[in-house]
């Protein structure tokens, strides 16, 4: 960037990263400013390199008479005739992290933080010159899935189906899900203004997009307009606001509670006496479930004039229909996925099993910490049923005895026959089949052939076929 001279007490600001060209011939001092406060003057000799601070490089001639008597340059005044180049680099000497319950070391760049709940974060930094700043954040912390897994039925044979499924909690659930604007779960109608020795008023006319509150005027005391919301999710409640007074910063001003708990000026808010009349930033509060929330304007004598507040650009999480991805297992903790599918049917083989969902909110990315644990399901074997004899032959006009083994109960067809011995006089050959029932009612089916062999044809003859009484046939 070009440098033009500006004059005795003028500064002119440069980038922190910025190729300097100035003008041959002509006198400039250099300063660093941090926080306000000078922390070099330029003054180093012809070719030297500032070494105090790594990010600062000097060569060449530069020098000044300093600025109106200010700054006073080490050396002599000196005409550039060379290259100046600042290139302040990030060198932070030491860290600072709040609250620190959470975090895994409060005194390095990068710790690990575990907030179980909605939480903001600050951290001060301090360089080598023993410059400071602070920065925050904060950190959602959104809500694990929750709900039920069944399996069905608990019992059954092997062969037979189990259906696996998982519900989530009736209704709609907290998901991560923001609110834009004065709508839906916080339009205007759903918020309550409160007024304790106030004619302020809250005006939404502007809604979605914006409403705006004013302040008490003309009563004696102090007074309150308050305009209150039950949050419905955990998450941040956000918006822009912008602030105005015919009275004075220090007489109206905007706050806040939660819970029904001590109010809180607006962060950024300048209330002392002599700061401006027109104010605006950013609002930005971690919530829970079911916390209470009320935006005040608040006059301190209820004279002089009244102020306005204009709340614009709001967000706040809400409550919507879950959306929810499930993968099934049979073990608690690791093991193979037997589907993602959802409600999913399964044939197992004999034994005691309970299946685990593992649930993924579509929404938010957040999966439950500990799988689902469905009802116990135990998968029955068949009964190994056999018939003695293996196979029976009998003749036209006899029966057998047929005895059915490895079950609790037995029935026979044809014949609609009870027990696990019968006995059967079939007349062509049939094949019988046993049905046996187990204890845990459980079928299994064997069968027999009993084979019907036809009775002899006899034929007789008498020669001569009259003969006289004393005489015998042969």
Known sequence: MAITSQGQDNFTTIPITASLNIPAN??????????????????????????????????????????????????????????????????????????????SNTTVSNPTVSPTTNTSYSVTVTDANGCTGTASFGVQVMDTPTGTAT????????????????????????????????????????????????????NTAGAPASIVMTSS????????????????????????????TTDGPQYDYPRYTLNGGP???????????????DQAGTFSLPVNAGDIVQIQMYSTDNVGGAASLTLSSFKAPYQTATTQTVA??????????????????????????????????STTGCTNASRVATNAVTINPLPSV?????????????????????????????GSLTGSSVNVAPTTTTTYTVTGTSAAGCTATSTVTVTVNPLPVIAGSASPSIVCPDRRLR
Not at 218 to 228: A, D, E, I, N, P
């Open 26 to 103: 002509t006198t400039y001092g250099l300063a660093i400013v941090c926080d306000g406060n000078v922390n070099y003057i330029n003054g180093t000799s012809v070719g030297a390199v500032y070494t105090a601070h790594p990010g600062i490089s000097i060569k060449q001639g530069h020098g000044g008479a300093g600025f109106g008597g200010t700054f006073n340059f080490i050396n002599s005044p000196r005409v550039f005739s060379g290259a100046l180049v600042y290139n302040e680099t990030v060198n932070f000497s030491s860290y600072a992290w709040t609250p620190n319950s959470t975090i």
């Open 151 to 202: 399996a069905s039925p608990s019992s059954a044979c092997v062969g037979s189906a189990v259906s696996l499924n998982y519900s989530p909690l009736a209704g709609s659930q907290c998901n991560g899900v923001v609110q834009s604007g004065f709508a839906g779960t916080y339009a205007p109608a759903t918020w309550s203004t409160i007024l304790t020795n106030s004619n302020g008023t809250v």
């Open 217 to 244: 005027n003309g009563l004696t005391g102090s007074g309150v307009t308050g305009y209150q919301h039950s949050i419905t999710c955990s998450g941040y409640l956000k918006f822009n606001w912008s602030y105005t």
């Open 263 to 277: 109010a809180q000026i607006f962060p950024g808010y300048k209330s002392a006496f002599g700061n401006a009349n």
């Open 328 to 361: 099934w297992y049979t073990v608690a903790t690791g093991g193979a996925s037997l589907s993602a599918a959802n409600p999913y049917s399964y044939i197992p083989a004999a034994g005691s099993y309970t299946y685990y969902a593992q649930v993924t909110n």
């Open 386 to 414: 056999s018939i003695s004899p293996a196979s029976a032959a009998i003749c036209n006009g006899g029966s057998t005895n047929l005895t059915a083994s490895g079950a609790l109960s037995y029935s026979w067809q044809p």
